[in-house]
């Protein structure tokens, strides 16, 4: 990123917010019926960085360039995305995984940990990616605590992003 070593840690070395979540995903039902093959829908994580530890099943996808890109398998290795505070932290220079999860012909299942800031923290663009590059913020700076509410608040309407903090 830029940062000195051990960045992510001197910025938050709390750990009470990280969650890991255990995924099950049932077999692609082979209808024609639109979005039924669709296990997660597409998205941004709210972390700092996700670690993905899927079986061999396959089904999570990247979208790059406009189209979504399989993140195949591979027996001993873990998806790390980046989440939106490192987007924020970054002032876009690093942009938050758009992802989602596709069904296949078998069960899935995954582990998803996510790292994440104390609720307490500020969430603002670093003047290593603003002022002292002379950029300027594209975030105003918000606590943790409040976007994670917001997303929980906007989970059944359009999805709250980071964007809503955009300047
Ligand atoms: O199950 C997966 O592989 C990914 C799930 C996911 O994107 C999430 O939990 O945010
Ligand atoms: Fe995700």
Not at 90 to 102: F, G, Y
């Amino acid at each position: 990123m830029g940062l000195p070593p051990g960045f992510l840690r001197d910025y938050n070395n709390d750990r009470s917010f990280d969650l890991m979540i255990s995924r099950r995903y049932f077999p692609d039902p082979a209808t024609e019926e639109e979005n039924k093959n669709i296990g997660f829908g597409q998205h941004e994580d709210a972390s700092c960085i996700t670690f993905i530890f899927q079986d061999g099943i396959g089904g999570l996808e990247v979208l790059k360039d406009g189209h979504w890109i399989p993140a195949e398998p591979i027996d001993g290795s873990i998806v790390v995305n980046i989440g939106d505070v490192i987007q924020v932290l970054s002032n876009d220079k690093l942009k938050s995984a758009t992802h989602r999860v596709v069904r296949k012909p078998g069960n899935r299942h995954s582990f998803v940990f996510f790292l994440n800031p104390h609720g307490d923290k500020w969430v603002e663009p670093l003047p290593e990616f603003t002022a002292e590059i002379d950029e300027a913020p594209r975030y105003r700076r918000f606590l943790y605590r409040e976007y994670l509410e917001l997303r929980a608040r906007n989970k059944t309407h359009p999805p709250a992003s980071v964007t809503h903090y955009a300047i």
